[in-house]
């Protein structure tokens, strides 16, 4: 089957790259052609574990092929996945302009039926304005079936989320989509993949209703965490007492300076929206949305704190700056608000991070220090802070750690170490949720 992936971004490749690897014969596309170039010399644009391989892989053996030429490629395929990029505009809803674009792109190349399938998150009700302008623009020559068949992966484990998914969701009007939809995913019915039919719709909100779930549940203990710190409580031990209740779960149960990246923050801000739009003020994810923010400010707060009243004039250490591990990604990340803000209040900030620098290079205030490692950004350091939990940084070297730092100070964002550890080692440490003290073993 042939199988055009239109928008090359991160979604469109890794996209691509695994339905070839099941065998599809797929064209990714892409206007920009530095892009394509680079692709087509066998370079991947983007940071993603297992993609460079894939790709050549399928690359190789010819089921995988780039190219600027949209109109050959739709008219090859009896599957067009749309994967361009919905960014949020200034009030937070989705800009639709990529979406809208592709799919008259599509019109006016539709030479018989084709499946027309969005990857990309786009708000409920998009896969009606595509077909709506699907219909109009080709003036009904060909018929078409337009599909949602969201995508739930995370950046880091992308490959391995696309090819062991929980569940594959598609939302489909007709039974002949829906049998397309499943022949191409067949090699997951090997593995027993759970398949939700349902209607375009309802795809569409499943995938905003789960990220906003996640990004609740992540919020929620968030907001336990500092109720530990009020209480003499560990939020690891209550945390993990609540996980074990099955239906509450163990996952995405670890406090933090709050979540970010390319999906949650856009995801949330987008539901609140499209139920305002709707009629209905969805105030729990509202709620998230403000008390997300509130937390990234307190991170603040904590390492002023520890620092003794004020940052400036001081140097700081930031080990970590990319929004999670295993990415270089930058957007939103909670290390944006927390190192503006020390800068603006005086402190010197010497920062590290294994893949992400040159993204922060553009986001981050220009006074900002980049060094060559953890121990680099730690000297004369009279606080170190870890904003992002790469594991290179779980088993640093203490003793050479507290002969590096001006004063022995380190503020653990993600809970990376013991605190009982890092005192008994000679450092005063701050984390996250974990004020008691005297704890038995979780
Ligand atoms: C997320 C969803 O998991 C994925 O299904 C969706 O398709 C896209 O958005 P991703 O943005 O790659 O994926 O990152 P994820 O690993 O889910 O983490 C999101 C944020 O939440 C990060 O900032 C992370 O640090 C934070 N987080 C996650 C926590 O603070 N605590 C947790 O327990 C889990």
């Known amino acids: 089957m042939h199988i055009a992936v239109v928008g090359s971004g991160y979604v469109g490749l890794v996209t691509g790259a695994c339905l070839s690897d099941f065998g599809m014969?797929?064209?990714?596309?892409?206007?920009?052609?530095?892009?394509?170039?680079?692709?087509?010399?066998?370079?991947?644009?983007?940071?993603?574990?297992?993609?460079?391989?894939?790709?050549a892989k399928n690359a190789k053996a010819g089921r995988l092929r780039f190219t600027t030429n949209v109109a050959e490629a739709v008219e090859r395929a009896l599957a067009i996945f749309i994967a361009v990029g919905t960014p949020p505009r200034e009030d937070g809803s989705a800009d639709l302009s990529y979406v809208i674009e592709v799919a008259e792109t599509i019109a006016a190349h539709l030479n018989g039926y084709k499946v027309v399938v969005t990857k990309s998150t786009v708000p409920i009700g998009t896969g009606q304005l595509?077909?709506?302008?699907?219909?109009?623009?080709?003036?009904?020559?060909?018929?078409?079936?337009?599909?949602?068949?969201?995508?739930?992966?995370?950046?880091?484990s992308a490959i391995e989320d696309f090819m062991r998914p929980?569940?594959?969701?598609?939302?489909?009007?007709?039974?002949?989509?829906?049998?397309?939809?499943?022949?191409?995913?067949?090699?997951?019915?090997?593995?027993?993949?759970?398949?939700?039919?349902?209607?375009?719709?309802?795809?569409?909100?499943?995938?905003?209703?789960?990220?906003?779930?996640?990004?609740?549940?992540?919020?929620?203990?968030?907001?336990?965490?500092?109720?530990?710190?009020?209480?003499?409580?560990?939020?690891?031990?209550?945390?993990?007492?609540?996980?074990l209740d099955r239906r509450i779960g163990p996952k995405f149960l670890h406090p933090g300076p709050g979540y970010g990246g390319s999906c949650f923050p856009k995801d949330t801000r987008a539901l609140t929206d499209i139920a305002r739009q709707a009629g209905y003020r969805f105030g729990i994810v509202e709620t998230v949305v403000e008390v997300n923010e509130k937390i990234k400010a307190r991170m603040v707060d904590k390492i002023r704190t520890a620092c003794g009243g004020s940052v400036s004039g001081l140097t700081v250490g930031v080990l970590g700056l990319a929004f999670k591990p295993e990415t270089d990604d930058m957007r939103e990340s909670p290390a944006i608000p927390i190192v503006t803000a020390l800068v603006k209040e005086g402190?010197?900030?010497?920062?590290?991070?294994?893949?992400?620098?040159?993204?922060?290079?553009?986001?981050?205030?220009?006074?900002?220090?980049?060094?060559?490692?953890?121990?680099?950004?730690?000297?004369?350091?009279?606080?170190?802070?870890?904003?992002?939990?790469?594991?290179?940084?779980?088993?640093?070297?203490?003793?050479?750690?507290?002969?590096?730092?001006?004063?022995?100070?380190?503020?653990?964002?993600?809970?990376?170490?013991?605190?009982?550890?890092?005192?008994?080692?000679?450092?005063?440490?701050?984390?996250?949720?974990?004020?008691?003290?005297?704890?038995?073993?979780?």
């Open 25 to 55: 014969d797929v064209t990714c596309v892409d206007k920009d052609e530095k892009k394509i170039a680079m692709l087509q010399r066998g370079e991947v644009p983007i940071y993603e574990p297992g993609l460079d391989g894939l790709i």
């Open 347 to 442: 402190a010197r900030v010497r920062a590290f991070d294994p893949a992400a620098m040159d993204n922060a290079k553009e986001v981050l205030p220009a006074t900002v220090e980049y060094c060559q490692d953890a121990y680099d950004a730690a000297t004369g350091a009279h606080c170190l802070v870890i904003i992002t939990e790469w594991n290179q940084f779980r088993s640093l070297d203490l003793e050479r750690l507290k002969g590096l730092l001006a004063r022995p100070l380190v503020v653990d964002l993600r809970n990376v170490y013991e605190p009982d550890k890092m005192r008994e080692a000679g450092f005063a440490y701050e984390c996250v949720g974990r004020a008691a003290a005297n704890l038995p073993k979780a």
């Open 130 to 156: 595509i077909e709506q302008i699907i219909r109009e623009k080709s003036g009904g020559r060909f018929p078409f079936s337009v599909v949602s068949n969201p995508e739930f992966l995370r950046e880091g």
């Open 166 to 243: 929980d569940r594959v969701v598609i939302g489909a009007r007709d039974p002949q989509a829906i049998a397309i939809m499943k022949d191409i995913y067949a090699p997951l019915y090997l593995i027993e993949t759970p398949f939700v039919i349902t209607n375009v719709e309802s795809a569409e909100l499943i995938k905003y209703a789960s990220n906003a779930f996640l990004a609740t549940k992540i919020t929620f203990i968030n907001e336990v965490a500092i109720l530990c710190e009020k209480l003499g409580a560990d939020v690891h031990h209550v945390a993990k007492g609540m996980g």
